[in-house]
């Protein structure tokens, strides 16, 4: 089933960062002023997001408030304005086609009806095995290698519809949720 | 002919590593500076340049610089905007990229000319792995003894430090950005009071360009003058431009600002031309933000005289026919483009990005993205079109951040230039079917 929604399906208590990722956060406390600890929370949510299946649910944002000692209203209106939070789950590969000017005059809605078909889902849904989410997002800062997609941390560039066959096939042998920090 | 300074050591292989980039000459103006010259002598240099801001204002770095605040006691910060998020530029990533020394360099002098002793970069979230390529790069530079404590026996002490964003076109404004690095919403500030007397934690703070601070390498190295005498009047020295649409060559471009647009999107050099031998309809000269302008007026200006790529050429004839350098994102359109289902993509955009914290963009940007979208489904009348007019005009010059007018400039420019192909679109829905085709990929 839904593997995407393992770590979330664990109860509250059971949330927690690892030791490694508690010694990163200690780090990271230590580029900002003493009093500034609350710098770190977009950080913080996106080392949450990677470590505890790819979205920020309730229990995961309360529990970042408490590593920060923030209180949860202020993580919950920080996650809702970026958009690379997600507040509900999302595949193991969140697949992200740029749709702005320069990636559409290049052929990206090409590649968005490639995708569409070949999944079996529309732009925002998420594929009955968990494995694909798919979303249109606005400018990557890719124009120059446009059209492309970013799935996870990795940048896709001057697609084909043969090219994104193969990323397809590749991601789909991986199989695994691609962390990306 | 291309002037190589900020990408003149971009195809060298490994140059991201520090070892690398000092063979090539890298970190020598940084002890150069540190031995020599005073944090004044910088500024003044830097003044003397003529560097303007490559975030999109233009405003002159020096300047800028000068009115910083300085109260006993209080820290100054230093940030590095490399937000990039303005629709159809990518010079930053690139730069960053190829070779983050030079900008890691750059920000250290910088830093010491205004007596920051903490540095961030703030960095798109989406670019995480540049953000990985800068932390190695920052590591190295701590190793070598040009960041932390005392850098080279100079008595100044900077801590650099990455931080990364999550998705917030409006988070590359500059006050935003701040909201955001304090682990906030970016929610723009009112001005006044400015960054440079209240910005980072209340703390004197300048905010420069990824690029603008990377050009202050070469200027402490051969001089501000050296550096003001490349170019043309007060657009000085070199300027990356992100070239993207439908050219041949597209990519990243460091040009001589002054060379005539012409040149520049033809020539071999840089774009190469229009691909498959179409003709040009149009192109965004600055990034999303600024005015469109049909092909006439992109090569000449009204007077007919060659349109050329600096500030003020681009600029000529103002809002009736000119345009803007902005972060010189360049995005070209060929013959057969839909100026209507482009300005659609921008609208959509300028809604999506929009804080929400002022009534007319919030309001007007989506209602602006339901006319056209309701006009590209064979549903618009003539009203629309002077509805869009009107709507963009209630934004202009209404809201906290210049968000407001990008969203409204494109809009207005696009009906300015092109008014007669919205009017078909809604005279002759029929005809839609005909021009809703979206690009086709190159099949090559
Ligand atoms: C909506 C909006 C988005 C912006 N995005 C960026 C950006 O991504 N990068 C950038 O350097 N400047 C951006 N700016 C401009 C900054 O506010 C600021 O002027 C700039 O970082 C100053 O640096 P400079 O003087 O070196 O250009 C943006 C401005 C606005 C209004
Ligand atoms: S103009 Fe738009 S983006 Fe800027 S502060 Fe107002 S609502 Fe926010
Ligand atoms: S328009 Fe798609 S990456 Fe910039």
Request: with cysteine; proline share 4%; net charge negative.
């Amino acid at each position: 089933m839904h593997n995407m929604n393992e770590t979330n399906m664990t109860s509250q208590s059971q949330l927690q960062f690892s030791e490694a990722r508690m010694a990163e956060i200690r780090e990271l406390l230590t580029h900002y002023p003493e009093n500034q600890s609350r710098s770190a929370l977009i950080p913080i949510l996106h080392m949450a997001q990677s470590d505890f299946g790819g979205w920020l649910s309730v229990p995961v944002m309360d529990y970042v408030a408490s590593v920060l000692n923030l209180l949860p209203i202020q993580v919950y209106e920080v996650a809702s304005f970026y958009s690379m939070f997600n507040l509900k789950p999302v595949g193991n590969y969140l697949i992200e086609v740029c749709r702005t000017s320069s990636c559409w005059l290049c052929g990206a809605e090409d590649i968005t009806a490639h995708l569409e078909n070949k999944l079996g889902i529309k732009v925002g849904q998420t594929t009955a095995d968990g494995l694909f989410t798919l979303k249109a997002v606005e400018c990557l800062g890719s124009c120059g290698t446009a059209p492309m997609m970013q799935v996870g941390a990795n940048y896709y560039e001057n697609l084909t519809i043969s090219k994104v066959d193969s990323i397809l096939e590749e991601l789909k042998k991986e199989n695994k949720y691609s962390r990306y920090c | 002919m291309s002037a190589k300074i900020l990408l003149a050591l971009d195809h060298i292989e490994g140059i991201a590593s520090l070892p690398v980039y000092a063979q090539h000459g890298g970190y020598a103006v940084l002890k150069k500076v540190l031995s020599d010259i005073s944090p004044q002598q910088v500024v003044e240099e830097v003044k003397i340049s003529g560097l303007r801001g490559r975030g999109g204002a233009g405003f002159p770095t020096g300047l800028k610089w000068s009115f910083l605040a300085r109260p006993e006691g209080v820290p100054r910060y230093l940030v590095c905007n490399a937000d990039e998020s303005e629709p159809g530029t990518f010079k930053d990533r690139y730069l960053m990229e190829r070779n983050p020394h030079l900008m890691i360099e750059g920000m250290i002098i910088s830093s010491y000319g205004l007596g920051a002793n903490t540095a961030y970069i703030y960095i798109r979230g989406e670019y995480f792995y540049i953000a990985r390529i800068l932390e190695k790069a920052i590591k190295e530079a701590y190793a070598a003894g040009y960041l932390g404590k005392n850098i080279l026996n100079s008595g100044f002490d900077l801590d650099l430090h990455v931080h990364v964003g999550a998705g917030a076109y409006i988070c590359g404004e500059e006050t935003a950005l701040l909201e955001s690095l304090e682990g906030k919403r970016g929610n723009p500030r009112i001005k006044p009071p400015f960054p440079a007397v209240q910005g980072l934690y209340n703390c004197p703070t300048v905010v420069n360009n990824s690029e603008t601070l990377a050009a202050v390498v070469p200027i402490l190295d051969k001089g501000g003058a050296a550096y003001a005498a490349i170019g043309i009047g007060k657009s000085t020295g070199t300027k990356l431009i992100s070239a993207s649409g439908h050219i041949n060559r597209p990519g990243v471009y460091e040009i001589e600002l002054g060379i005539p647009v012409e040149e520049f999107i033809y020539s071999d050099e840089y774009c190469g031309g229009i691909r498959n031998g179409k003709k040009l309809k149009a192109v965004v000269a600055g990034g999303s933000s600024v005015p469109i302008l049909p092909a006439d007026l992109i090569l000449k200006t009204a007077e007919g005289a060659p349109r050329l790529m600096s500030y003020e050429s681009l600029a000529e004839g103002g809002f009736q026919t000119g345009t803007m350098m902005g972060s010189g994102g360049f995005i070209v359109m060929d013959e057969d483009t839909s100026i209507v289902k482009n300005l659609y993509t921008f609208a959509r955009f300028y809604h999506h990005e929009s804080c929400g914290q002022c009534s007319p963009c919030r309001e007007g940007t989506g209602w602006m993205e339901r006319i056209l979208h309701k006009i590209l489904d064979g549903h618009g009348s003539i009203t629309d079109i002077d509805l869009l007019w009107d709507i963009q005009k209630n934004i202009d010059g209404k809201t906290i951040c210049p968000l407001g007018e990008a969203a409204a400039w494109p809009v207005a420019s696009a009906i300015r230039h092109f008014r007669s192909e919205f009017e078909e679109y809604v005279l002759n829905p029929h005809l839609i079917e005909d021009v809703k085709h979206y690009y086709r990929l190159q099949t090559t």
